[in-house]
């Protein structure tokens, strides 16, 4: 037993989400998820920030180039966000908008994800935890290449105290307690969970 570990639980009421860098031309050479699986774990992410109310913050690179701009529903969702199109800087970290924007919110967890996981989320997530931030790393709303640098961004940042999360993971733990809203975070699984779907659906049915 490592009686020196403290769990550090995400907290909604000290938490901002981050999007970096999930634009359509970035998004093509992602590898390590289908481009259907990757695009619903966004937006269930997306989504999550919603339902919870946390400030979320969009962020692109060099969106002029061959990245491209940013996924049109996350604008959708966000239309009073903090946007900020850096002009060039790879780390989003490096833009000084940028970080002003997350020093606003006021928060002390920083919930990121972004394309590709090696750069685009390793480098902002290494700068943030060295000026004191806890970063959660949600995985599966983060993309790159292959597997083989997926584990190598997530080793570098794991190293470095990040932790690793799944968007469902983040949802579950910033909701504490079924008992909070049993039809909302149901909702919020069903829409993005075929499976989870079909559970409410045969839970509905019993009643």
Not at 6 to 25: C, I, N
Not at 182 to 187: D, M, S, T
Request: hydrophobic share 40%.
């Amino acid at each position: 037993m490592n009686s020196s570990y403290k769990y550090r639980r995400l907290d909604k009421a000290d938490a901002a989400v981050l999007l970096v860098d999930h634009q359509s031309g970035l998004c093509n050479i992602v590898g390590d998820f289908s481009p259907d699986d990757f695009k619903n774990n966004i937006l269930a992410l997306a989504d999550l920030a919603k339902y919870f109310k946390l400030p979320t913050i969009l962020t692109t690179s060099f969106e002029n180039g061959p990245n491209g701009p940013l996924m049109p529903e996350l604008k959708e969702l966000f239309p009073e966000a903090p946007y900020i199109a850096r002009p060039g800087n790879i780390n989003a970290w490096d833009n000084e908008d940028f970080v002003k924007a997350v020093r606003a919110t006021g928060k002390k967890q920083l919930i990121l994800a972004g394309v590709v996981t090696e750069v685009c989320v390793a480098f902002p997530a290494l700068s943030a935890l060295e000026e004191g931030y806890e970063v959660f790393v949600v995985t599966d709303a983060s993309g790159t290449f292959n597997l083989t640098t997926r584990q190598a961004a997530w080793s570098r940042m794991e190293a470095a105290g990040a932790q690793l999360m799944s968007w469902f993971g983040v949802a579950c733990e910033l909701h504490r307690d079924w008992r909070n809203d049993v039809e909302g975070l149901a909702q919020l699984f069903s829409n993005h969970l075929p499976a989870y779907r079909n559970l409410i659906t045969s839970y509905n049915g019993k009643k």
